[in-house]
């Protein structure tokens, strides 16, 4: 049974999904090697592709049609995804956001230079 919180009582924030899976990261882990270190990275990124492959493997079969797949299960394939994907780029000091921003800018500028050749 659950307490109910009293009214004045502080709410207990929740650490974010990051903190959490850097913990659950540890746990898994568990001294084998080096948080962050070669033999991790390498770790990380044979979790991505395996996310990955799931991932392909749902859309696959929505794809050819079998019945019954649930875009929840997609959905937890892309958190997954996101995860590895995450904890591979803390270690590797990469800020995602800015690197996709920068890459972005690269396509375009490509597509653009394209464009004006075919002019």
């Not at 882990?29 to 080096?34: A, P, R, T, Y």
């Not at 390498?42 to 395996?50: H, I, K, T």
């Not at 959905?75 to 995804?81: F, G, N, R, V």
């Amino acid at each position: 049974m659950r307490a109910i919180p009293r009214r004045n009582a502080p709410v207990k924030k929740r650490p974010s999904w990051e903190a959490r899976a850097e913990k659950l990261h540890q746990t898994f882990v568990n001294g084998k090697w080096e948080i962050g270190g070669d033999e991790d990275i390498r770790f990380l990124a044979l979790s991505l592709c395996g996310e990955a492959g799931e991932l392909a493997n749902w859309i696959k079969k929505k794809w050819r049609g079998d019945k019954d797949i649930p875009m929840s299960e997609i959905h937890k394939e892309l958190a997954d995804i996101n995860i590895f994907l995450n904890c591979i780029a803390k270690f590797l000091n990469c800020d995602l956001d800015k690197a996709c921003e920068e890459k972005i800018i690269e396509v375009e500028g490509r597509l653009e230079s394209r464009k004006k050749k075919e002019k």
